[in-house]
């Protein structure tokens, strides 16, 4: 299996700060990387597919980069309601997709 | 409006049997590339299954043999048969939607709220 480790694990940031995420493929994977939101108690959220690509209705202060093993989930000035755990995945080996492990950011 | 709506959790004893079902609305199930998905605080989010709009089927090596996904056309629900439950199977059950374009590198685009699945003697 691929692996996915994040960087790092948690994080203590400010309204207004700029954070960057991390995610390190054990393998090459092109651009077949993808972050999620995820909320206390919800599911995960589709943020950033194809390691860069912003779903609609995301906010543009999201950003993603990257490609074959190394990538980055970068919020560009903390929000309130972003405060959340965060995950990378890979989609590059279809009958074996995996994820990071998290990042939780908090304030 | 998209939903996907995850029912049958429970607690149940190790060696026993569980159907999760994923109600969907908004798309078709048939159409589409359907998993679940299962996350623990220890292992975090982990993939389980996957059934193609052209019904083949694959599994994580971790339930290969004890799991079936399946699907109802008709009713449009998705199914996870559960067989042989462990204590490590333990975990909130999701279905999620990949996307299958070539534009959405495989993502998944869509998720249920999740159904608790207890093991425990």
């Known amino acids: 299996d691929i692996q996915m480790t994040q960087s790092p694990s948690s994080l203590s940031a400010f309204v207004g700060e700029r954070v960057t995420i991390s995610c390190r493929a054990s393998?090459?994977?092109?651009?077949?990387l993808n972050w999620y939101q995820q909320t206390s108690g919800k599911a995960p959220k589709l943020l950033i597919y194809?390691?860069?690509s912003l779903v609609d209705g995301v906010p543009s202060r999201f950003s993603g980069s990257g490609s074959g093993t190394d990538f980055t989930l970068t919020i560009s000035s903390l929000q309130p309601e972003d405060f959340a755990t965060y995950y990378c995945?890979?989609?590059?080996?279809?009958?074996?997709?995996?994820f990071g492990q998290g990042t939780k950011l908090e304030i | 409006e998209v939903q996907l709506v995850e029912s049958g959790g429970g607690l149940m004893q190790p060696g026993g049997s569980l159907r999760l079902s994923c109600e969907v609305s908004?798309?078709?199930?048939?159409?589409?590339?359907m998993n679940w998905v299962r996350q623990t605080p220890g292992r975090g989010l982990e993939w389980v299954s996957i059934?193609?709009?052209?019904?083949?089927?694959y599994y994580a090596d971790t339930v290969k043999g004890r799991f079936t996904i399946s699907r109802d056309n008709y009713k449009n629900i998705l199914y996870l048969d559960m067989f042989n439950l462990r204590a490590d199977d333990t975990a909130l059950y999701y279905c999620?939607?990949?996307?299958?374009?070539?534009?959405?590198?495989?993502?998944?685009?869509?998720w249920g709220q999740g159904t608790l699945v207890t093991v425990s003697s």
């Open positions: 999620a939607r990949y996307c299958s374009t070539s534009e959405c590198y495989g993502s998944f685009d869509y």
């Open positions: 908004g798309f078709t199930v048939s159409r589409s590339y």
């Open positions: 059934i193609y709009s052209t019904g083949n089927t």
């Open positions: 393998q090459n994977i092109d651009s077949y």
């Open positions: 194809g390691a860069s």
């Open positions: 995945q890979q989609s590059h080996k279809m009958m074996g997709f995996t």
